[in-house]
């Protein structure tokens, strides 16, 4: 069964800090590649996605990620993290034809410090 | 346009009660999928429904069920409640003319007690 890996479960950082989150995910096939955000007390928000083309994908509020096909990963990266970036971030994949469904990680606790 | 909303956003249960959610998707989008999300198991997929049928389910057991009206409002039942179905639950609806991309709604904090 597909699974989508997330390894750092909790990142405390300073503002301006850099950020660096790792994606892994199992499944060999074709694949549809997402970042969402869940800010406190908010509902789940699209970052960014990863359909085709430039592997290097730029989604909202300075996020970036880079799907790298041979290493099965979808790194989540912001140059410089503000306090409002505090959050928990999912990683998830859909797969083939199975568009609908998607296939979370067990997400990564930010905490950015002022 | 108005994003996906979902009633009740709380709801507070016994066991062996039921309960049934409602989701209400972006005006145009007819693809609904409903996630639980615990602090154990995450973000898991339940089922979908495309134009009043369910095309997928999650591995899930039967007491949890849905359907899809015609105006793509869909519902979700949960029967013979479990403490351990205390959750939130997440409606998400999805355009189907564009690639894949879900808009998810507030959800619905259920407690089981």
């Known amino acids: 069964a597909q699974s989508v890996s997330q390894h750092n479960h909790h990142v405390i950082l300073s503002e301006a800090a850099s950020l660096e989150l790792g994606c892994n995910y199992s499944?060999?096939?074709?694949?549809?590649l997402f970042w969402y955000v869940q800010y406190p007390g908010q509902h789940l928000q699209l970052l960014l996605k990863y359909f085709s083309g430039d592997p290097l994908v730029k989604g909202i509020k300075g996020f970036e990620a880079e799907f790298i096909k041979s290493k099965f990963s979808f790194n989540l990266r912001k140059p410089s993290v503000q306090w409002s970036d505090t959050a928990e971030y999912f990683c998830?994949?859909?797969?083939?034809?199975?568009?609908?469904?998607?296939?979370f990680g067990s997400g990564t606790r930010l905490l950015v410090r002022p | 346009k108005a994003g996906v909303t979902q009633t009740p956003r709380y709801l507070i249960k016994t066991r062996g009660q039921q309960v049934t959610l409602s989701c209400s998707p972006i005006?145009?989008?007819?693809?609904v999928s409903w996630y639980q999300q615990t602090p154990g198991q995450g973000l898991q997929f339940l089922f979908e429904y495309f134009s009043e049928t369910q095309r997928n389910k999650g591995n899930f057991p039967g007491r949890f069920s849905g359907r899809q009206f015609s105006n793509s409002r869909s519902e979700m039942n949960v029967s013979t409640l479990e403490l351990g179905d205390s959750a939130l639950y997440l409606c998400?609806?999805?355009?189907?003319?564009?690639?894949?991309?879900?808009?998810f709604g507030p959800g619905t904090r259920l407690t089981v007690l």
């Open positions: 998400a609806s999805r355009d189907t003319g564009t690639n894949n991309e879900q808009f």
């Open positions: 998830a994949v859909t797969q083939g034809d199975s568009s609908y469904k998607l296939i």
């Open positions: 005006s145009g989008h007819r693809s």
């Open positions: 499944y060999g096939g074709t694949v549809n």
